[in-house]
């Protein structure tokens, strides 16, 4: 079985600074890492990916995501928050080493950056 | 870029009615799944075809059913609807099994 952990609902930070959403992460085989986000009423638009690879994943928009196979971690970064970053982030897994290649979702962690 | 199309992006239905939702995929991927967010929700998986063949199920009720077709477009049928199946209905599609890029969704309201 494979399942995502965002421990937290909500993230507030101000414009300018940096941000972190966390994931925590559980597969039996490979870890294959993604990040989507998602702006209201719209679909789901992908951020970046962990497959091999430097641990320190670079993605869209500035956004950043560090793969920490010891604790199981692949956190959502960037060093400088934008009010347009507000949105819903979501970070999802599945097992690279199966056929079973179907995504399993956190529950989402909503960023909102104040001006 | 072409990206994946679904249609409609609004359907409102009545309890016990019957509803399909159709997905486009990216020209070339041969793979396409459907997920359901319920409001408030993460995406959840239901069900998944490659190469017109269904390749894995999630949490699809007995009640829903989809396809592949020949030119790699599927179709989700949902009978007797329930209020709870209103959600947000996302398709995404991929070449084999790489990396899934997402339509935009089909809001379906049950009233």
């Known amino acids: 079985a494979q399942s995502v952990a965002q421990p937290e609902d909500q993230v507030n930070v101000a414009e300018g600074n940096p941000l972190t959403v966390k994931c925590t992460y559980s597969?039996?085989?490979?870890?294959?890492l993604f990040w989507y986000v998602q702006y209201p009423n719209r679909g789901l638009q992908f951020l970046l990916k962990y497959i091999t690879g430097d641990n320190l994943v670079k993605g869209s928009y500035g956004f950043e995501a560090e793969f920490n196979k010891s604790q199981t971690s692949f956190h959502l970064k960037k060093p400088s928050a934008l009010v347009s970053d507000s949105a819903l982030y979501f970070c999802?897994?599945?097992?690279?080493?199966?056929?079973?290649?179907?995504?399993?979702f956190g529950k989402g962690t909503m960023l909102l950056v104040s001006p | 870029a072409a990206g994946v199309i679904q249609s409609p992006r609004h359907l409102i239905k009545e309890k016990r009615e019957t509803a399909t939702l159709k997905c486009y995929p990216i020209?070339?991927?041969?793979?396409v799944y459907w997920y359901q967010q319920g409001p408030g929700q993460d995406p959840q998986f239901l069900i998944s075809f490659y190469e017109k063949m269904q390749s894995d199920k999630g949490s699809i009720p007995d009640r829903f059913s989809a396809q592949q077709f020949s030119d790699y477009h599927s179709e989700l049928n949902m009978s007797s609807l329930e209020l709870g199946d209103s959600a947000l209905y996302f398709c995404a599609s991929s070449w084999t099994k790489g990396e899934q890029f997402f339509g935009p969704g089909t809001r379906l309201t049950v009233l």
């Open positions: 999802a897994v599945r097992d690279g080493d199966s056929g079973y290649s179907t995504l399993t």
């Open positions: 597969v039996s085989g490979n870890p294959y």
């Open positions: 020209p070339r991927h041969d793979t």
